[in-house]
């Protein structure tokens, strides 16, 4: 398996490559578009110089034209039958069409440079064909002639092409070894962070990594080692869950167990038979509560894609809580206010929120000393419906608030055990609030305790 140093260093590779095939082709269209034109003009009033300096002093072409050669220029005069003479470097390629020399022969000006056809991988700038030249006409005496010239780029720029060359020789390699070098500094962290991945994978959840950096990099650290946290945390409840699970059932089958077995003794009274029966059943339906309410809580976990909402009215369906609860209200002597507009109404599932405000007053009456108060309040603040459960009960501990909402968590374990509530329902309530994209808080004192439900309206 190729290592991510290795395909770094590939992609560097074709990176620059593709870049220095792309960098040629586009100079060589600006050079066919915007600089041959111009090379072709530059080159066509050299040719002029030169041709009104020989007109004018013949004896000297010989000297002169090897010269200007030396200077670097290769230079062609022909008279167009067959006495042609060159001066400097050969000419690659002899490609002078016989047309072209006899139009200057006759006057005119030759733009080969111009004339030169545009093609991706050749710059006419270099081609030293004797096609890419200009051409004027030379009269010398009573000889005319056609005097053919371009640069010789080699002997002009011959040193400047090697030093040019070594410049992008020595740029791209030491680019390449900084960019490898530099490479180890951003994958190293990502060995660290695979390296971590692993133990995670073993259960190993202790992960300490460096989140110092300030970049992407750091921040991926970051988010890692709080993903850790969050996994550890996740497990740990898995794992307090199935303890707790494994206590709720168990302690209402050993006492089944027992018991059935003091039943089945005969000799045992009526009158105590019963009563071991009676526990019997009492326990037999706290199981079959808990089992319940489990299997609520997983369905609710387990995604709510296919849930059923509704339009319903807010008051409505506090007013048939209240009916359930009104015998435990009046027993109690427990006063109740409701603030609920009429005009409230919310968009879910009917069965599920119904469930929330049973189990939110169901825990306030049966807390509540006799002879105390609840209220229950609502209002709408910019598309949101804010429900406050307020009970003037001796309020609840400040350090067990953080866990109120944590699965068989109970304030008071001996009290909640005995009345036969297994400790899920504030559990089954948050998540249901938080299906429907809600949220619920809680803030207790010694003057009582307040449930705040928020939820959208649409």
Not at 64 to 74: F, K, R, V
Request: include cysteine.
């Amino acid at each position: 398996m190729r290592s991510l140093y290795f395909r770094v260093f590939l992609i560097t590779i074709a990176v620059i490559l593709v870049s220095a095939m792309l960098g040629f082709l586009l100079s060589n269209i600006y050079y066919h578009a915007k600089l041959k034109s111009f090379n072709d003009e530059k080159l066509v009033g050299i040719a002029a110089q030169m041709k009104q300096f020989v007109e004018q002093e013949p004896a000297t072409v010989e000297h002169y034209l090897n010269n200007a050669a030396a200077l670097g220029y290769e230079i062609y005069v022909t008279d167009g039958k067959g006495n042609d003479q060159f001066y400097g470097r050969e000419f690659r390629q002899k490609d002078l069409d016989k047309q072209a020399v006899d139009r200057v022969l006759s006057g005119e000006v030759y733009h080969g440079v111009a004339d030169f056809p545009s093609k991706p991988f050749i710059t006419g700038f270099f081609d030293n064909q004797l096609s890419n030249t200009v051409g004027v006409h030379l009269q010398m005496g009573n000889e005319t002639y056609a005097l053919f010239i371009r640069p010789d780029v080699i002997l002009q720029f011959g040193e400047l092409r090697i030093f040019f060359a070594l410049i992008g020789a020595f740029t791209v390699g030491i680019s390449i070894l900084l960019f490898l070098i530099s490479t180890r500094y951003l994958v190293n962290p990502i060995e660290r962070l695979s390296e971590a991945t692993k133990r995670i994978a073993q259960g190993n959840y202790n992960l300490k990594l460096r989140t110092t950096r300030r970049d992407e990099i750091g921040q991926l650290a970051q988010h890692f080692m709080t993903m850790s946290r969050e996994l550890e945390r996740v497990d740990q409840a898995r794992q307090q869950f199935v303890s707790n699970v494994s206590h709720e059932i168990q302690s209402p089958l050993t006492s089944i167990q027992g018991f059935a077995q003091l039943v089945g003794d005969r000799e045992l009274p009526e009158q105590e038979r019963e009563h071991y029966a009676s526990i019997i059943e009492e326990e037999s339906r706290h199981l079959s509560l808990l089992s319940k309410q489990l299997l609520l809580l997983s369905s609710l976990e387990q995604g709510h894609e296919d849930l059923t909402k509704v339009k319903f009215s807010l008051r409505d369906q506090f007013r048939q809580a209240v009916q359930v609860l009104q015998w435990q209200l009046e027993e109690k002597e427990l006063l109740l206010r409701i603030s609920v507009p009429e005009s409230i109404r919310l968009y879910g599932n009917e069965v599920l929120l119904m469930q929330v405000w049973m189990n939110l007053l169901g825990n306030a009456v049966n807390h509540l000393p006799q002879g105390r108060s609840i209220e229950i309040r609502a209002e709408e603040i910019n598309g949101q419906c804010i429900i406050h459960i307020r009970d003037t009960g001796d309020g609840i501990a400040a350090e067990h608030l953080p866990f109120l909402f944590d699965r068989f968590y109970r304030v008071d374990r001996a009290r909640e055990r005995s009345s036969g509530r297994t400790g899920l329902g504030l559990a089954i309530v948050q998540k249901i609030i938080r299906i429907h994209d809600g949220t619920i808080e809680v803030s207790s004192s010694s003057e009582g305790t307040v449930f705040t439900v928020t939820l959208p309206q649409m």
